[in-house]
């Protein structure tokens, strides 16, 4: 069945350093990948995305990578803050409307000042 | 990003009470979907709807769980008869032509 796969589960940074998740996914038929970052008692935030059709996105400090051959997709956090602390879920999804979104496990992020 | 709201924010009910968890989602979208968090583990998927009827379900939503869009703009989730391990966060969401956004979720405890 469709599986996302997170590592590692928790990640603890000194502040300014980078954080780095990285992401497996089965289904052949994903092209879209989200990263969501979910804060305590809140609900996920899409933070980045990359379609099957790119190799790498770049937003500010926060960039994506996808091997789509590898079935690979990573999450690099350059120049870490506090305020990054949170928990980090990458997803596997098709293109279109109707497709579910499956998760990975999550990763928490501690970004220590 | 479109807005969606969920009520109630948080839930508690007694093991084997019915609850209706309700969302409305401000904007012209044609699925919906439930997703669920036990605490300190990921999102699941637990049902999507469209046109009025299920078009998937996880085995997660077992006959326990209905969905229905009662008056055209209202989503909810029953639970007819919730257990312990029913105590978790549920989001509900939409998706544009890719991406997912998901209301503040609710809170649902069951004693």
């Known amino acids: 069945g469709e599986n996302v796969e997170q590592h590692p589960s928790t990640l603890s940074v000194q502040e300014g350093d980078s954080a780095v998740i990285k992401c497996t996914y089965s289904d052949s038929a994903s092209n879209y990948f989200p990263w969501y970052k979910q804060e305590l008692g809140k609900r996920p935030q899409l933070i980045i995305d990359?379609?099957?059709?790119?190799g790498e996105k770049k937003d500010q400090r926060i960039a994506v990578t996808l091997n789509k051959t590898a079935k690979h997709f990573s999450l690099h956090i350059t120049e870490t803050q506090p305020e990054d602390s949170a928990v980090y879920f990458c997803?596997?999804?098709?293109?279109?409307?109707?497709?579910?979104?499956?998760f990975g496990p999550g990763t928490s992020l501690s970004v220590i000042p | 990003e479109p807005e969606v709201t969920q009520t109630p924010s948080h839930q508690v009910t007694q093991m084997g009470q019915e609850v209706i968890l309700r969302c409305v989602p401000i904007s012209n979208h044609l699925y919906f979907y439930w997703y669920r968090q036990i605490l300190g583990q990921k999102v699941e998927f637990l049902v999507s709807?469209?046109?009025?009827?299920?078009?998937?379900k996880s085995e997660i939503f077992d006959d326990q769980f209905s969905v229905e869009r009662p008056d055209g703009s209202n989503f909810t989730l029953k639970i007819r008869s919730t257990k312990l391990e029913d105590s978790a966060m549920y989001f509900c969401a939409i998706q544009g032509l890719i991406e997912a956004f998901f209301g503040q979720g609710t809170r649902l405890t069951v004693v």
């Open positions: 709807f469209y046109n009025n009827e299920i078009s998937e």
């Open positions: 990359i379609r099957s059709n790119v």
């Open positions: 997803a596997a999804k098709g293109e279109t409307s109707y497709d579910k979104v499956i």
